[in-house]
C-alpha cells in the first residue's frame, strides 16, 4: 500500500496507526502533516475575514483568499519549503500564488510565523480533544462502568504490596478505575478549553498590528473567536506554553492510568492467579512454540506503549524554557507531540476491545480467596477488641496469626479459645460475631460504594 507521507502521523513516523484502519480516519484531521497545513491556512484565512470585517480590505477579498486556501495542498508547501527553507513563508507565497495581486498584500498581513504556528496548534489540539480523544474516552469509561457494576457483588481478595489483605469486590477494584479516569477525562476538556492562541506579533508587543489597529488585542480576540480560541494573556513570539504543558499533561497522566489498569488486568491472569481472562478467538494463538499459551499481549502493548510515551513528557517541559522573546530548541521537539496523541488513542481503543470482552472466573476468585480468608478475621478482631477496652489487641491478634500460621487452626477458633479474650469476644454484637465468622461478608460497603461512583460519572459525563 503507498503511504502518502503528508497523510503520515509526522513526516519521520506513521508507525503507530498499526493496524486499526480506524484510526487514521479518527487522526488524521487533526495530527497528520496535511492537517497541520490545512490548520495554519485556517488562521491565515480567519486573519482576512477580519480585516474585511474591520473594512482594511474588500469582502470580496477575504472570500477568495479562503476559496484559494481550499486548494493549497501540502506537497506544494513542502515543495516551496523546499526552496526559501521557511516553512510558513512557503505557505503563504503557495497561497499568494492562487490570489489575485489585488489580495496578495492582505495574506498574513501584521503576522509572524508563530502567531500563524502556535494558533493553529491550539485549534488542532482543542478539536481533536473534543471530537476524539474525549470520545474514546468515554467509550472505554462506559465500558468500565458496565463492567464494575457486572461485577459489584463478585467477591475478591483485595490486596496490598501484591498480599492478600482483606475481602472487597471485583466491580469495586474496576470502580476505582472508573473514577480515575473519569477525573482524567474532565481535566482533558478543560486543558484542551484552556489552550490559547496569539496574533501579538515578532515579540508580542503587538507592534506590527498597532500599525492598523489602535486596539490589536481586541483584532487578535476576533481572528482567534473565529477559531474557537482565547488569546494567551500575554505573549512573546511564542504563545505561553503553559496551557499547551497541561494539556499534555493531562494526556501522558491518562495514559499513566490505562497503564494501571492494564497491569493488574494482566497480573490478574497470571497462572497462580488466574481470575480475569481475555475471551480468546477461535483462530488466536498465544505463543509460537507453546499451543496452551494465552498470553495477556493486549495488556501487555498497553505497558509498553506508556514507557515509550510517558518519559516525553520531560521534553514537553523542557520546552517551556525559550531564551527571550524566543528561540528554536523547541522547533523539532515540539513536532512530535502529535504521536502522544495518536499513540494514546490507540492505547485507550485496545483497552475497549479488551475490557469489553473481560471474562471473570468466580470460582478461582473464590479459591483464591479461601486461599487466606480464616485470617480475614484478624482486622475485625482486633478493632472490635480495641473498641471494646482491650488494652492491647493489635499485639494480643497479632500473637493469635502466628499461632494459626504455625499451627493451621483457624484463627477463629484461637480466638474463642483465648480466655484473656474470651470477656470482649462476649460483648460483640451478632452482627460483630457474623461478620467474624463468614469472612464473605466482610466487604465493608464496596458493593454499594462502587454502584455510587459509578452513577456519580455517569451523571458527570453524560454516559
Same mark, same amino acid.
Given at each position: ?10 513526516? /519521520? ?10 484510526? #487514521? ?80 498584500? $492582505? ?18 489540539? #482543542? ?13 472505554? !469509561? #462506559? ?27 471485583? @466491580? ?13 477525562? !474532565? ?5 484542551? %478549553?484552556?489552550?490559547?492562541?496569539? /496574533? ?26 473565529? /477559531? ?13 506554553? !503553559?496551557?499547551?504543558? %497541561? ?18 488486568? &494482566? ?23 507453546? +499451543? ?6 493486549? $495488556? ?8 515509550? $510515551? ?23 521537539? @515540539?513536532?512530535? /507531540? ?31 480467596? %479461601? ?38 487452626? +483457624? ?28 469472612? &464473605? ?7 454499594? #460504594? ?14
Amino acid at each position: 500500500m503507498q503511504i502518502n507521507i503528508f497523510d503520515c502521523v509526522s513526516p /519521520l513516523d506513521f508507525r503507530y496507526y498499526g493496524q486499526d484502519e480506524k484510526l #487514521k480516519e479518527l487522526l488524521g484531521p487533526y495530527v497528520t502533516e496535511r492537517a497541520r497545513v490545512a490548520s495554519e491556512l485556517k488562521v491565515e484565512v480567519a486573519v482576512v475575514q477580519v480585516l474585511a470585517a474591520r473594512g482594511i480590505c474588500p469582502p470580496q477579498v477575504a472570500e477568495e483568499v479562503a476559496r484559494a486556501a481550499a486548494e493549497v495542498q501540502p506537497e506544494e508547501v513542502a515543495a516551496e519549503e523546499a526552496r526559501i527553507h521557511h516553512n510558513i513563508r512557503a505557505l503563504v507565497n503557495v497561497l499568494r500564488s492562487k490570489v489575485s495581486a489585488a489580495a496578495r498584500p $492582505f495574506i498574513h498581513l501584521s503576522l509572524t510565523s508563530f502567531d500563524v504556528i502556535d494558533t493553529a496548534i491550539a485549534w488542532r489540539f #482543542k478539536q481533536c480533544a473534543h471530537a476524539v480523544i474525549i470520545p474514546q474516552l468515554l467509550e472505554l !469509561e #462506559k465500558i468500565l462502568v458496565d463492567l464494575a457494576l457486572r461485577e459489584k457483588d463478585t467477591i475478591q481478595m483485595g490486596r496490598t504490596h501484591g498480599q492478600h489483605a482483606v475481602p472487597i469486590t471485583f @466491580g469495586f477494584a474496576l470502580a476505582g478505575y472508573v473514577s480515575r479516569l473519569g477525573g482524567r477525562i !474532565e481535566a482533558i476538556r478543560a486543558a484542551a %478549553d484552556n489552550l490559547r492562541g496569539k /496574533l501579538s506579533g515578532a515579540v508580542g508587543a503587538y507592534n506590527a498590528s498597532s500599525l492598523f489597529f489602535p486596539d490589536p488585542e481586541q483584532f487578535e480576540a476576533e481572528v482567534l473567536a473565529r /477559531l474557537g480560541l482565547k488569546p494567551s494573556i500575554t505573549s512573546t513570539q511564542i504563545v505561553e506554553p !503553559e496551557p499547551l504543558c %497541561d494539556f499534555v499533561h493531562t494526556l501522558i497522566s491518562t495514559f499513566s492510568v490505562l497503564a494501571d489498569l492494564a497491569d493488574d488486568m &494482566r497480573h490478574l491472569q497470571r497462572t497462580e492467579i488466574a481470575e480475569v481472562g481475555e475471551r480468546f478467538e477461535s483462530q488466536q494463538v498465544g505463543s509460537s512454540t507453546m +499451543p496452551h499459551k494465552r498470553n495477556p499481549w493486549n $495488556f501487555e502493548n498497553v505497558k509498553s506503549m506508556w514507557k515509550a $510515551f510517558m518519559p516525553r513528557m520531560v521534553t514537553v517541559y523542557a520546552d517551556q524554557l525559550s531564551e527571550h522573546q524566543r528561540d528554536l530548541t523547541n522547533s523539532a521537539s @515540539g513536532r512530535f /507531540l502529535p504521536e502522544i496523541v495518536v499513540a494514546l488513542v490507540s492505547a485507550v481503543r485496545r483497552m475497549q476491545r479488551i475490557m469489553g470482552k473481560l471474562v471473570t472466573d468466580e470460582e478461582r476468585m473464590s479459591r483464591n480467596f %479461601d486461599l487466606t480468608s480464616g485470617m480475614v478475621a484478624a482486622e475485625p478482631a482486633y478493632i472490635l477488641l480495641a473498641a471494646h477496652g482491650h488494652p492491647d489487641a493489635h499485639e494480643a491478634v497479632r500473637k493469635l496469626t502466628l499461632q494459626a500460621q504455625s499451627t493451621g487452626r +483457624p484463627l477463629l477458633e484461637l480466638l474463642r479459645e483465648s480466655e484473656e479474650l474470651r470477656p470482649y469476644l462476649d460483648k460483640f454484637t451478632d452482627h460483630q460475631q457474623e461478620l467474624l465468622r463468614d469472612p &464473605r461478608k466482610y466487604t465493608g460497603i464496596a458493593a454499594r #460504594k462502587t454502584q455510587t461512583v459509578c452513577a456519580l460519572w455517569r451523571e458527570r459525563l453524560g454516559l
